[in-house]
């Protein structure tokens, strides 16, 4: 495997369901990050996570639930959704975040996952 | 506060014709700037970044954009485009420490 995966690739859930999505990035990467991706609104940053420590919680609510073992894989624990939250859920990579590297800034995406709640 | 703007959600362009997509971006300093595209069902893919230093930069797929500070703008252009170039473009700044903010998106339609 290269670059960022993300498994499964489409999930459907009832709203009383526990779910997890993992992502795992095979660059060496020391960040990684979530996005939610809804329909006619703009990429929204969920969580960071850098050298295993996050560092960003975007007002996330707590039924979303992030976990990072290590630099390379991030996982989104996912309990008693909502309907609205139906959304492509992106992961992402890059060098780290503080940019330290002058060109770490970039991030590389994995597919997604297609999240349906039903 | 660091903000992105692309002005256009849609554009239409006919194959083999020149491409320009519009961003503009608010931050104190001199920001790294980047543009991704998005094909349905899919993550994003950077196309090219700006650091510093000359301020026409080149990318893949024979795209590239200009970073003009007076206008804070850094707009993507292609001379003629593909109809594989169909996708969403996202525009985005990343400033404060590492924070990336991202543009709404610009859907572009290919017409044979």
């Known amino acids: 495997e290269t670059g960022v995966t993300q498994t499964p690739r489409h999930l459907v859930m009832g709203m009383t369901n526990k779910k997890s999505l993992k992502c795992e990035q095979h660059l060496g990467h020391n960040a990684m990050y979530w996005y939610k991706q809804s329909a006619k609104k703009p990429l929204e940053l969920m969580f960071v996570?850098?050298?295993?420590?996050?560092?960003e919680n975007n007002s996330v609510p707590s039924r979303f639930s992030p976990e990072c073992p290590n630099s390379s894989h991030l996982f989104l624990h996912l309990h008693t959704l909502q309907p609205e939250d139906s959304a492509l859920y992106l992961c992402?990579?890059?060098?780290?975040?503080?940019?330290?590297?002058?060109?770490?800034?970039?991030?590389?995406f994995g597919p997604g996952t297609r999240l349906t709640v039903t | 506060a660091q903000s992105v703007t692309q002005p256009d959600i849609h554009i239409t362009v006919s194959e083999g014709a020149s491409l320009e997509l519009r961003c503009n971006y608010s931050y104190g300093a001199t920001p790294y700037l980047f543009w991704y595209v998005q094909s349905p069902g899919q993550g994003l893919q950077l196309l090219l970044k700006?650091?510093?230093?000359?301020?026409l930069v080149q990318g893949i797929k024979g795209f590239e954009a200009e970073f003009k500070r007076s206008q804070s703008s850094f707009n993507l252009r292609k001379p003629s485009v593909h109809w594989s170039d169909a996708a969403e473009y996202f525009c985005?700044?990343?400033?404060?420490?590492?924070?990336?903010?991202f543009g709404d998106g610009t859907t572009l339609t290919v017409k044979p």
């Open positions: 992402a990579s890059s060098q780290d975040f503080s940019g330290t590297g002058g060109g770490s800034y970039e991030q590389y």
């Open positions: 985005a700044v990343v400033g404060n420490a590492g924070k990336s903010t």
């Open positions: 700006y650091f510093s230093g000359d301020t």
């Open positions: 996570y850098n050298f295993k420590e996050q560092t």
